[in-house]
């Protein structure tokens, strides 16, 4: 209940924009899983969502295959309609895509990125020495890696990524919950930016890879420990 009464005042902003009540429930149901209230696993009937986002069930239910079409939301045989669990074979197919198109990303950002561009990564990387927090640290990165996308100059590409990191939000926890992986993290992010710099598109592309093979590494290990309690 606590939740349901920021989201109301969120639709009736929403509706003063004259945003669809679908693309409401959409958002809603997106936010939830970001926010880990809707985690993998979920269970969820269009009463319930109706309810708690103030719409009838028809934006509801539009909104809910949109998702499934998304791969957000599955059918599970005896729990219904389910927040989609990842398992090990779907983490490694997309950690497969994020080496690639990442990597690609930063090939491209090597040869296009502005001087600017690349100096505002670099305060990017910087910051990250002064946070604490790791959800200030998780927000940072998030950043660093939004901003490289668009230093690769192809809307095509930022398009790909951009649907992509809507299917990692399954995922989970940050990998950088982990100890001594934002220090890593860290490094890595270091290690693009010098490519960057240095005008290295072969560079960029093989420690962006390599940067992305050590999260899996991290996130495969929490995947095999939380399945084996």
Partial sequence: MTESKPRKHANQAANQRGEPRSEQAYS????????????????????????????SRTPVREA?????LEGLVANDP?????ITELDHSMISELYAMREMLEGTAAGFA???????????LREISDRDARLKETHDLVKNNKLFHSTLYRCA???????MLNSLHEAMMLLGPSTLAKPSRAKAARSEHEAIINALEARDPEAAEKVARSHIREAYKIRLEAFFESDGD
């Fill in 28 to 55: 809603y149901i997106i936010d939830a899983i970001k926010e880990g209230t809707l985690p993998p696993g979920t269970r969820i009937r269009e009463v319930d969502l109706s309810e708690r986002i103030g719409l």
């Fill in 64 to 68: 809910l295959n949109r998702l499934q």
């Fill in 78 to 82: 005896i729990r219904g309609t389910i």
């Fill in 110 to 120: 090597a040869q296009h990125a502005s001087e600017v561009e690349i100096a505002f």
């Fill in 153 to 159: 100059h192809n809307r095509y590409l930022l398009k």
